[in-house]
């Protein structure tokens, strides 16, 4: 693992005046040669001036949020990270790397949560280059491994959580968003830790039912969500119950026996549970003759 050593590079204008005296040396001596006709001094002239472009290839710029690595003959001498204009030795090789925050959009995907049942998932990555060494020499092209270790963790993930918990209460990949994407932030950090790159944000962008599935799973979310909701109503009614019966005893509204209680719970229930308002029937008494 290669780490990154900051270097201080010299100032651009210094590499340029230097630049400047030899090609005005070269332009001196050539115009001597020629006027003294002594043609021998041009083997002064000509490397003066092929020293000079060699000596202004070393400058170059480094713009905020951005790093240049510099390798001279295939050794790491180190990274320049201050903005500016700077010159360095002609023959080290500078390679640029932006520091900038990028945003990766994954690929959509298809595989199977916890529970196998097949889901269309996706993630946004919001990351950074830290070290700039370990993302030129320790990986092979490190925007490209972001992206594949990016997937692998996605894949990872789902296989890990159901896509809803059927008790509301368990983690899941729709329920628990929060949670969900904190554990891929970490598992992505810990996969791209080698390449030297820092995840800030990772949250999943798209998640659904396969298409497959898609249509057997709302009707049983909608059964669900039906089946709580009658629970719900159950509890109230049978709440709703106790408390009259418990009132008209503590009252003495009406002395009821155990056959007039269980037709009055039972015709409470039919009102208070129907999905249909109730319709009365008021019993006026019998006409005697």
């Known amino acids: 693992m290669t780490n990154e050593r900051k270097v201080i590079a010299w100032s651009g204008p210094m590499g340029l005046a230097i630049g400047l005296i030899l090609i005005f040396m070269a332009s001196y001596i050539f115009i001597n040669a020629v006027g003294s006709g002594r043609p021998g001094m041009l083997f002064v002239a000509i490397p003066l001036v092929f020293l000079a472009i060699l000596t202004l290839t070393g400058l170059f710029t480094v713009q905020p949020n951005q ?18 204009w700077w010159w360095t030795n002609p023959f ?5 790397i932006s520091l900038r925050v990028r945003s990766l959009n994954g690929h959509m995907i298809k595989v199977n949560d916890k529970a196998g049942n097949p889901v269309e998932i996706a993630a946004v990555v919001v990351w950074r280059v830290r070290d700039t060494a370990e993302a030129t020499f320790d990986v092979e092209d490190y925007e490209a491994f972001v992206s594949v270790q990016s ?28 949670k969900v994407s904190e554990t891929l932030r970490e598992e ?36 669900a969500a039906i089946i709580a909701a ?47 308002a109730a319709t009365p ?3 006026a008494g019998t006409l005697t003759p």
């Open 188 to 223: 992505l950090q810990a996969r791209l830790r080698q390449a030297g790159v820092d995840v800030i944000e990772a949250r999943l962008s798209h998640l659904a039912y396969a298409a497959e599935i898609a249509g057997a799973m709302l009707q049983r979310q909608q059964a």
């Open 151 to 178: 997937e692998t963790a996605v894949r990872h993930l789902a296989s890990q959580y159901p896509y809803d918990a059927e008790d509301h209460e368990g983690l899941s990949l729709r329920g628990s968003t929060d």
């Open 230 to 276: 009658r629970q719900r109503i159950v509890d109230g009614a049978v709440g709703m119950v106790e408390m009259a019966l418990a009132r008209l005893k503590n009252n003495n509204v009406i002395e009821l026996d155990d056959d007039r209680k269980a037709a009055m719970v039972s015709n409470l229930l039919v009102v208070l549970c129907g999905e249909r």
């Open 67 to 84: 790093a240049v690595v510099l390798v001279l003959f295939g050794t790491y001498v180190g990274t320049v990270r201050d903005a500016g």
């Open 281 to 283: 029937v008021l019993n």
């Open 92 to 96: 080290n090789l500078k390679k640029r």
